[in-house]
């Protein structure tokens, strides 16, 4: 029984706990590109969540035989072949998604949500575990994407996965499918998640080292640590 609330602690922390870009401040590039719409939001977190979980079921079997000095390179060359297979899906399947996402989809291999579960946790942890933390994390990098996708869609063309929802002889704020919309919508949902947080003691989410997945064999990082700890020395 423990065994198991253990694991669906590993995929519910994706959801909101430690969401991947409302909490963790991971993945904007493609959080601010490619949700100007939901179909295009919709699209961009499914590739991701798939890639996600492929990735982190591989690099948890092989994380026993991975030599540790090489780990990084071997770990997007994992998660490049499964960014290739989905991307060749998607262009066989669903030219339209492909159409919308552009580069975006290519860049997964280096989006640092799916490099940073390799690395933070599949790399470390068994098969089980490692997927259904890979599913958390892509449904709750999905649902952020949606919600940005449905309000920019919404506010900035009036519709909603191409249906007319706001009367045309209303127009339109065209910014919020525009940059500068696409940051006050995500400033805003992070104000929500802070908010939330907040409520159950939980800390804000800070752009820091500390969210890199990285931050461990960062030297930044490392004197980013050692001049906190000598503030509070002090």
Do not use: W
């Not at 401040?25 to 719409?37: D, E, F, R, Y």
């Not at 026993?64 to 997007?76: D, F, H, L, T």
């Amino acid at each position: 029984m423990a065994e198991k609330r253990s694991l669906g602690k590993e995929f519910t922390k994706g959801l909101l706990k430690e969401n991947p870009v409302l909490r963790l401040v991971l993945g904007t590039c493609p959080t601010l590109a490619v949700t100007t719409s939901v179909e295009s939001a919709l699209g961009m977190g499914a590739a991701a969540a798939i890639v996600l979980v492929c990735s982190n079921i591989v690099i948890s079997a092989l994380r026993k035989v991975i030599p540790s000095k090489v780990r990084i390179p071997c770990y997007i060359v994992v998660i490049a072949a499964f960014v290739t297979i989905v991307q060749m899906l998607v262009k066989a399947f669903l030219p339209q998604i492909d159409e919308q996402l552009g580069v975006y989809l290519p860049l997964i291999v280096v989006n640092c949500i799916i490099l940073g579960r390799a690395e933070a946790f599949a790399g470390k942890n068994p098969i089980v575990a490692s997927a259904l933390d890979g599913l958390g994390m892509g449904v709750g990098f999905t649902a952020a994407l949606l919600a940005m996708g449905a309000i920019r869609e919404l506010l900035g063309a009036g519709t909603l996965l191409g249906h007319q929802i706001i009367p045309g002889a209303i127009a339109p704020m065209i910014i919020f499918i525009l940059p500068p919309g696409g940051f006050f919508v995500f400033g805003m949902l992070i104000a929500c998640a802070n908010r939330l947080a907040e409520r159950k003691g939980k800390p804000r989410a800070t752009l820091s080292c500390g969210s890199c997945p990285m931050a461990d064999a960062c030297a930044h990082a490392a004197c980013e640590t050692a001049e906190a700890k000598e503030g509070e020395a002090k």
